[in-house]
């Protein structure tokens, strides 16, 4: 059984898994991801059963047979070996995991033609850097289709490039963590984005989203982002408790209870569609309606500035949010409070959809 340890430096829960074979001990560590005790023996007692055996396996095959070569790592089967374990051990959502695919493919594509990780050196952070903003944007059809790739002249935004850039930092670090690495190879540093206020959708321009769609159940999965601010793959992890719905795997890790009107969360999940077809025809929703430059996402923003216009206090609302702090939620402070009242308390005409009101700030 591994021991359970807490970081002093940063409090987070930690898994030491030890073997000992001729005198000769090894010990790999894993984070829980949570400073909880109790949320940290659950993750133990999950890791235990699914992990700890083939870890222990491994370090004691590294004891008995050791590489011979043991400065020669393809990256491609490191990003592989990565790729495979990461999700069990770390508890990571698939939503987290496909942005670490996608990191991946760019890494392993941009050093395709070094032999190994360990030939990685300081100078290839700039090799990286212009790879990643020089990358184009893949199609959003190809991307849904899993089909042949068909890139857009576009370049990826500064945003998606330090996207990449913390999944190749995350994939790294790990790979000190087994040892595959001595040390990183080069420091990793986010590229400077212009400071943006979020994008919010005003309740005319969402009439008119819903007006553009004719599929009922899609209405109401628009309408479920809009009234609880939930993220995009929280849908398919949360249930309905009453008139709550509780989030039960989230990019924080935390369970978190949000107030839902029960027929809209039992309409919208009536039909499950893949999360790219919802982004897809939400996207779709907003050209026919002449709405420009906003995203599913956006209506996450809405939510929040419409609740701190209700009353909502700003750790009520970090709450609601699933934010780790507070300080993340307060980049709605910076709308003044006058400047939002404005927008949401539009009155957009409104057909007679069930379950589906507009609820308005008074």
Known sequence: MGNLWQDKKTGVYRIKVQVTVDGQTKARHFTTGSKDKRAAKRFQKAFEQNREPEIRAE???????????????????AVQTFLKNIQSERGITDSTLETYQLALNDFSHCFRHKKSIQEL???????????????????????QNKTKPVYLEETLS??????????????????????????MPFQIRMVKTDAQLPK?????????ILDNQSN????AIFTLYYETGIRLSEIYHSQLNGEFMTIIQSKSRKQRIIPVNPELYRQALAVRYSLSYIEHQFKKSCKAANVTGKTIHSLRHTFALRSLLSGVDI???????????????????????????????????????????IPLAK
Do not use: C
């Open 200 to 208: 919010y959708i005003s309740p005319t321009e969402f009439q008119a």
């Open 121 to 143: 050196g300081k100078d290839d952070y700039s090799i990286l850097l212009k790879y990643l903003n020089a990358k184009k944007k893949l199609s959003q059809k190809s991307v």
């Open 315 to 357: 750790y009520t609302l970090a709450q609601l949010l699933g934010h780790h702090s507070v300080t993340v939620t307060e980049i709605y402070l910076k709308f003044p409070k006058d400047f939002i009242k404005t927008i949401f308390r539009q009155k957009p005409k409104q057909k007679a959809e069930i379950g589906m009101a």
């Open 59 to 77: 370090l004691i095959r590294s004891i008995q047979y050791p590489a011979t070569k043991p400065d020669e790592f393809p990256i491609k089967e």
């Open 158 to 183: 500064k945003t998606t490039v330090n996207i990449r850039l913390r999944g190749i930092r995350t994939f790294l670090n790990w790979a000190v963590e087994r040892e595959i690495l001595q040390r």
């Open 216 to 219: 009922e159940n899609l209405k």
